[in-house]
């Protein structure tokens, strides 16, 4: 039985090389003469598909494409028409067949980027590109940096975190961030003329790869009364996103401001993409779904947030159920354990707790001074700091037993 597995296997990869070869042969011929100058990315999942145009944006004037290898099951086909002919898809798998030849993909990324470099103004390894960029000298100084940001990938996100972001955007274009659609067919089967708040929820199944299911979010029927004060006292409309394709949400059932994907019909890249496109507020955990918040520049709390210390751009965070004697001991906490997945073993803030933490981020959202400054917790380098984030005060006051040194 192991022997024809692997046959099975090996057969597999040959048919996938043999696809992805003749796909990076079209994008190559499509891209002879073009005049642009062209990034080849091999690697990363759905949230590389946003945070890697976006970043390229502040660093390139808007004569490039960037060609991205794409998998079926791992990204979402039309996240390319947010960028306006910035990007296009090199399809390396064939629909149906799972993902097993980074390295043959790795190896076809770097023949394409050479041949490319030929015939275009310039052409680069994406991975290679961000490695080299010049970034700003606090970010090269600093000892978080050289733990965490050592990784070229890690540092799109980090670009985006910089405190000098005007000047950054200054050497790229004016139109960093992306906009909406002019048509979005999510909204008008809505059709609603209320704000919409997005809940996303992520769920993945044990794996090797402990970062899957270590960030999977609480489930959606531990949120009812969050979203029926979202919908029945703040006049939000809440659309669910992620993980939740296929389901009847009968808890929902009645209220007019809800919806989720089984109720419209739309495909699962549709509605995902539509759905990103469309929210004014974004809630959720650490997930693939939040760069739509990131690139958008949404207001955004980070709920059951983890790993512990980890943010996003101007995020208020709410973390899990770790108890803290005093802040001291949070803000050791935060400074050792950014990226430490092995502290796992946490529970999620009770339901009465996360209402409390949606309602304060709710009725503060226009406050830039709502929540805690993490500077004033003594907490003064790390994606926290970098982001200009906020600490929710209800979890805060739940989950640091001597609060009284906190705002």
């Not at 980027?113 to 606090?138: G, I, K, M, Y």
Request: charged share 20%.
């Amino acid at each position: 039985m192991r022997v024809i597995k692997d046959g099975i296997i090996y057969f597999i990869k040959i048919v996938n090389s043999v696809f992805a070869t003749v796909n990076c042969t079209l994008v190559f011929f499509r891209l002879v003469g073009s005049g642009r100058r062209v990034y080849v990315n091999v690697e990363g999942g759905f949230g590389h598909t946003l945070a890697a145009p976006t970043c390229l944006r502040s660093l390139d004037d808007g004569m490039f494409v960037l060609v991205f290898f794409y998998t079926k099951e791992r990204h979402n086909y039309l996240t390319k028409n947010a960028f306006d002919g910035d990007f296009i898809w090199c399809p390396v798998t064939l629909p149906g067949l799972p993902y097993f030849s980074l390295r043959v993909h790795q190896l076809l990324g770097r023949v394409l980027v050479r041949l490319l470099d030929l015939f275009t103004p310039s052409a680069h390894d994406l991975r290679e590109f961000f490695d080299e960029a010049t970034f700003e000298p606090w970010m090269v100084d600093s000892d978080f940096y050289q733990e965490y940001y050592s990784d070229p990938y890690r540092r799109t996100y980090m670009f985006r975190l910089a405190p000098s972001v005007d000047e950054i955007l200054k050497r790229g274009r004016s139109n960093y961030y992306i906009d909406g659609l002019n048509f979005n067919p999510l909204e008008s089967l809505i059709g609603t003329s209320r704000k919409i708040c997005a809940i996303a929820h992520r769920e993945f199944g044990i794996s090797r790869d402990v970062t899957k299911h270590i960030r999977n979010s609480r489930s959606i029927s531990e949120l009812v009364a969050v979203v029926s004060y979202l919908t029945d006292v703040a006049g939000y409309h809440v659309i669910l996103c992620g993980n939740v394709h296929g389901r009847i949400f009968e808890e929902f059932q009645g209220n007019p401001a809800v919806t989720y994907p089984a109720m419209t019909g739309l495909q699962r890249d549709e509605y995902d993409f539509y759905a990103g496109m469309l929210f004014d507020v974004f809630i959720g955990p650490m997930s693939g779904g939040l760069d739509y918040a990131r690139c958008r520049q949404v207001p955004t709390l980070i709920l059951d947030s983890f790993p512990y210390g980890w943010a996003s751009p101007r995020a208020t965070l709410a973390f899990r159920d770790k108890k803290f004697a005093c802040v001291e001991e949070l803000r050791d906490f935060f400074a050792t354990s950014y990226q430490d997945y092995s502290v796992n073993e946490v529970d999620f803030v009770p339901e009465p707790v996360a209402l409390a933490i949606v309602r304060e981020f709710i009725e503060g959202i226009n406050d830039p001074h709502a929540g805690i400054d993490p500077r004033d917790l003594g907490i003064d380098a790390g994606p926290l700091i970098d982001g200009r984030c906020r600490i929710s005060s209800a979890w805060y006051q739940y989950c640091v037993r001597d609060s009284s040194s906190s705002k």
